[in-house]
């Protein structure tokens, strides 16, 4: 019997290496112990087999079994290394056996890499960093229990998202640290090691309170994306059960509330521009601006929104946001950012320290542009001809209330703004001066908060975008 000791619970080189001596000497799986013993504690058994000549040593192990055992070997399964070398010997006598995706074996070690990348995937969108108290540089730390040792294999996207942050992910197998040069893994740790709490906490909240749809819970479908055994260490899944529970108020709250419709005086206001064919004349104030919108024909975006949406805000304001069109709740309520986006902006402003009021808040295009889906509207993102007719009444406003920061949120914001693309990641977080000793400034659209796919990029953005909007009022101030 032979026993090969492995130095951790995921040495895909050890086991490599064994695997080759052991197959290249004939030693059949049934011959072979495979067991973890770390560093420390590691004892001799006797050399491996030494490879006889005969065989002449050499054989090609196809591509897709390599990255098939670099998956499985993270595996909980104590089986795993013993599974992979027998499927590894059978290819000597079956050179496909890899194309059978029927043989029980090739298809319980392929489940296995599945279950792998999908507790990856998880780690991705689940890790949580919370800050560490009174660390200078800053350094933050995140708990996470996986369902197989994926902390190696993950650690790269980490890196990569959170280059310049120090930091550590705690698992009950390993640790990773960074220190924003090197990453060094370190034992296993518990729970109780890494922090309980911070104000990132409440940011998560809010963004998942704002961003759940309660005419769209599906529990069955919510709880395989988001599995229960993730919840504790989620700090907006305290807010599910709840969420869960009001669902069906909400819903046919939503039903109920109907569009507001422009107040009366925008009505007579632009009713009275039109009678008088004065509709392209410059218009001399804000209210001016709100009768228009109402009546604007400048594209064809108005025919399928219940209304224009102006900008609102102090009227002589320093700092002046320009987002990109009305969304859904927005059309409905006929003012801007008042929905989910704005939901996460107004919590951002507050971060920032920034007073929404004595801010100008309006959009690049001010109509909702949007495609029914079922019961649903899906926004449809302005096209430049839109967005360059709608740069009348932005222009207008830019004028009247005559800013001395503007910030585009997002693309196409920047488009109307500097009338040119501009792309945001590059463009965020410095000062572009715009004619008229105007400073222009880029940053994130809150919606890209809200859709970023994994929850480490959306944590770096959303710190990226607390700052840009508290650059942007020192500015202004
Ligand atoms: N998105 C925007 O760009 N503007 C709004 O007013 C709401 C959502």
């Known amino acids: 019997m032979q026993v090969i000791r492995l130095a951790s619970e995921t040495d895909f080189a050890g086991w490599r290496a064994a695997a080759r001596r052991l197959r290249r000497a004939g030693t059949p799986p049934e011959a072979v112990v495979w067991m ?39 595996h909980r399964s104590p089986e795993r290394f013993a599974r992979l070398y027998r499927l590894l010997w059978r290819m000597a006598s079956e050179p496909n056996l890899m194309k059978i995706v ?8 392929t489940d296995m890499a599945k279950a792998v990348s999908r ?19 800053e350094t933050y730390a995140a708990w996470f229990e996986p369902p197989h040792r994926v902390l ?3 650690a790269p996207f980490f890196i990569e998202r959170f280059a310049n942050m120090r930091f550590s992910i705690l698992t009950p197998d390993a640790t990773l640290l960074w220190d924003t040069r090197a990453a060094r893994f370190g034992p296993g740790a518990r729970a109780s090691d890494a922090p309980a709490d911070d104000v990132l906490e409440d940011f998560w909240r809010t963004y998942y309170a704002s961003t759940f749809n309660p005419a769209r819970l599906k529990v069955a479908a919510m709880t395989r994306e988001m599995p229960r055994a993730y919840w504790r260490n989620l700090p907006e899944a305290s807010l599910i059960p709840d969420l869960i529970a009001s ?67 102090a009227v002589r304001a320093a700092l002046m946001f320009v987002g990109e069109q009305p969304g859904d709740q927005e059309d409905l309520a006929g003012k801007p950012f008042v929905g989910p ?49 709608c ?48 400073q222009g400034m880029v940053t994130y659209h809150p919606s890209y908060l809200l859709r970023v796919p994994d929850e480490a990029t959306k944590a770096q953005a959303w710190k990226a975008f607390v700052a840009d909007l508290g650059m942007a009022w020192k500015l202004a101030g």
């Open 152 to 154: 190696e294999r993950t």
């Open 391 to 438: 740069r009348w009444w932005l222009d207008a406003e830019r004028r009247l209330v005559r800013p001395r920061v503007i910030v585009a949120l997002g693309a196409t914001a920047a488009l109307a703004v500097f009338g040119k693309p501009m792309p945001v990641a590059a463009s965020r977080g410095q000062a572009l001066p715009l004619p008229d000793q105007v």
């Open 247 to 313: 669902a069906s108020a909400r819903t046919a709250q939503m039903v109920e509330q109907a569009a507001t419709q422009p107040s009366a005086r925008a009505r007579k206001a632009a009713a009275k521009l039109s009678r008088d064919g004065s509709f392209d004349d410059v218009p001399r104030d804000l209210e001016e601006v709100v009768a228009g919108v109402q009546i604007c024909r400048r594209c064809d975006l108005w025919r399928d929104a219940t209304q224009g949406v102006p900008g609102e805000g």
């Open 36 to 74: 973890v013993t770390p560093d420390e504690v590691l004892m001799d058994d006797g050399p491996l087999p030494a490879v006889p000549t005969s065989t002449g040593g050499h054989f090609a192990v196809p591509r897709d079994f390599l990255e098939l055992a670099e998956t499985v070997v993270c």
């Open 102 to 109: 029927t043989d029980p074996e090739v298809a319980g070690l």
């Open 341 to 389: 986006a704005g939901v996460l902006f107004n919590q951002a402003l507050e971060k920032a320290g920034v007073p929404r009021e004595r801010t100008y808040v309006t959009n690049a295009v001010k109509h909702f542009k949007h495609e029914p889906r079922g019961k649903r509207r899906i926004h449809q993102t302005p096209t430049a001809g839109e967005v360059r007719a």
């Open 119 to 137: 507790a990856s995937h998880k780690m991705k969108a689940f890790v949580r960093f919370r800050k560490l108290e009174g660390e200078t540089p």
